[in-house]
């Protein structure tokens, strides 16, 4: 993703002005690299919640996933949703950190 961000025009603009290299990664080429990768970071943690329930139910480890799947097992409709309660809080919680963190690395989407 670097790699393909040195090329763009805003790169070349900031070199031919005489910026030096190490400011033109910095301040430029490296916000833009890491959009698609926090996208990725941020987005993917409802998938790993999800993921956290199959492994502790695989391997006994204790936890919120084991506690889920136990319940489901029993039925017991107060803890299912108490734990979709808790998992659904905290992808919100990581979906504002990712909306937060764009706003800091891109100052286009901060005006929107």
């Not at 090329?7 to 031919?16: H, I, K, Q, S």
Request: hydrophobic share 50%.
């Amino acid at each position: 993703s670097l790699l393909e961000v040195m090329g763009e025009d805003f790169v070349m603009t900031a070199r031919a002005k005489g910026v030096p290299d190490r400011l033109v990664r910095r301040s430029h080429a490296v916000p833009n690299a890491l959009l698609p990768t926090l996208t990725l970071v941020f987005y993917s943690f409802g998938f790993i919640l999800g993921g956290s329930v199959i492994v502790e139910a695989v391997y006994s480890w204790p936890g919120l996933g084991l506690l889920t799947y136990r319940a489901i097992q029993d039925l017991d409709y107060n803890v299912i949703q108490a734990v979709f309660l808790l998992f659904s809080l905290a992808v919100i919680a990581f979906n504002l950190a990712a909306d937060i963190t764009y706003g800091y690395l891109d100052p286009r989407v901060r005006e929107a």
